[in-house]
Each structure stands twice: as C-alpha cells, then as structure tokens.
C-alpha cells in the first residue's frame, strides 16, 4: 500500500504557484520522498526528490518538514502543461515504486 | 531520442489470446521495471531485473503473466490467455542500480481486451 496520502484534486491559476501537499507519517528515517507526474495518456515523469532537506530543480521545489512527516511541491510559475496528476511516493530500498492515486491538479487560464 | 521505448503503443485481442510487449530501456541502465496501471489508479508494480536476473515479483504477476529480460538489455512481457480484467496501461521504465536517481518511464502500452 501507498504510504502517502494527497488531496484528490486542486486548481491552480496560470502564473500562479501550485502548492501540493502530501502526507507521509509513516516515513523512515531511510526513506525518500519522490514526486512524480503523468500527463494524460503518458508515463509518469520524474519531477525531484529528497531526503530532510529541501531541493530545487528547474522544475519545481520540494519543501519537506523538520519532522519528514509531510512534503511539499511548489511549481514557482503554473502552466497549461503543468495539468497532471501529481503523485508523492515514499521509496523504500526495495527500489520499486509504490503509487497512490496521486492529485489532479488542474491549472486554468 | 534516446529514452525508454515500448511497442506497441496499442494493442486489442481478444479474450484467451496470447500477447507480448517488448521494452528498450534507457541503454546504460541496468535495472528495467514493469508497471499496469489501470483506469483512474496510480500504476501497480509488476515485476523488475537486474540485468538478465528477475529479482522482484509481486503477487499481481498471476501465472498467465511472464517477463524476461533474455540479454540484459531488452524485455519482453507476455500475458498467456488474456482477460478482459488485463485490459490496462503497461508500463516500462528503467534507471542506474544502487543509486537513488529516478526512474525514466516508457509511454506504455495500452491493451484492450475485448
């Protein structure tokens, strides 16, 4: 099982920041905090990952709580493009990825 | 292009008949992954290789199922028998062993199973 919990759905404006959260309570002190997207009818696409501290790609940031109980991605600058489902996955060594049913997020002109 | 590539992109059989995908991995990436993913789900773990060796089954992977990665390079997935209840996205993806960077994912294969 997924040991993730996310928001079903959110909307964003264009232009603005998306903020998807995403609860991990369970997460060991080992394991990482991956995100994910798929756009539709598409594999899904590595976005960024972490650890404790936060990370910042050119795709987006990744805000992760003191206590790792819960993450945070920021898309700084929402598009058209950036409609997907957006999933957060805690990786365990196993190296598999376990996915949950992940946030459509919906950005609108 | 030099990501993962799956063939076909499409397929529809028909109930009990047998079909394979193949997946070319990324070509330096020793570990390969099959997922399913079905309507309005996050994509289910199948099966993954290291190199030729199949380190990893889950239970969803019934005895019609079978996966082989023969060189260590491409991998074939074959379903035995289909079901309608196979009818599903199949994904590929694959990424360097021992090293926590991501998965590269293939852009599937659709089956329907009329």
Redesign the interface.
């Given at each position: 099982d997924a040991k993730t919990t996310q928001p079903t759905s959110m909307d964003c404006a264009e232009g603005r920041a998306a903020n998807l959260p995403c609860n991990h309570s369970t997460i060991s002190g080992n394991e990482y905090v991956y995100w994910y997207r798929q756009i539709h009818s598409q594999g899904p696409q590595y976005i960024i990952h972490g650890l404790k501290n936060n990370e910042t790609n050119e795709m987006a940031s990744l805000i992760i709580t003191e206590d790792r109980k819960s993450s945070t991605l920021i898309l700084p600058h929402a598009t058209l493009r950036d409609t997907a489902v957006y999933y957060c996955i805690v990786r365990d060594n196993t190296d598999k990825l376990i996915f949950g049913t992940g946030t459509r997020l919906q950005v609108f002109p | 292009d030099t990501g993962?590539s799956q063939d076909p992109r499409h397929k529809i059989t028909k109930r009990g008949q047998n079909v394979t995908f193949r997946c070319d991995p990324i070509s330096e990436h020793n570990?390969l992954?099959w997922?399913r993913q079905t309507l309005?789900?996050?994509?289910?773990?199948l099966t993954?290789f290291q190199n030729e060796a199949q380190l990893?089954k889950s239970r969803l992977l019934s005895d019609r199922f079978s996966a082989e990665r023969p060189k260590g390079s491409f991998s074939t997935l074959e379903i035995q028998r289909t079901e309608q209840g196979d009818s599903a996205m199949y994904?590929c993806?694959s990424k360097v062993?021992d090293t926590?960077y991501?998965?590269?994912?293939?852009?599937?294969t659709r089956l329907t199973v009329t």
């Amino acid at each position: 099982d997924a040991k993730t919990t996310q928001p079903t759905s959110m909307d964003c404006a264009e232009g603005r920041a998306a903020n998807l959260p995403c609860n991990h309570s369970t997460i060991s002190g080992n394991e990482y905090v991956y995100w994910y997207r798929q756009i539709h009818s598409q594999g899904p696409q590595y976005i960024i990952h972490g650890l404790k501290n936060n990370e910042t790609n050119e795709m987006a940031s990744l805000i992760i709580t003191e206590d790792r109980k819960s993450s945070t991605l920021i898309l700084p600058h929402a598009t058209l493009r950036d409609t997907a489902v957006y999933y957060c996955i805690v990786r365990d060594n196993t190296d598999k990825l376990i996915f949950g049913t992940g946030t459509r997020l919906q950005v609108f002109p | 292009d030099t990501g993962v590539s799956q063939d076909p992109r499409h397929k529809i059989t028909k109930r009990g008949q047998n079909v394979t995908f193949r997946c070319d991995p990324i070509s330096e990436h020793n570990r390969l992954y099959w997922y399913r993913q079905t309507l309005g789900q996050g994509p289910e773990f199948l099966t993954y290789f290291q190199n030729e060796a199949q380190l990893e089954k889950s239970r969803l992977l019934s005895d019609r199922f079978s996966a082989e990665r023969p060189k260590g390079s491409f991998s074939t997935l074959e379903i035995q028998r289909t079901e309608q209840g196979d009818s599903a996205m199949y994904l590929c993806a694959s990424k360097v062993a021992d090293t926590h960077y991501e998965q590269y994912f293939g852009p599937g294969t659709r089956l329907t199973v009329t």
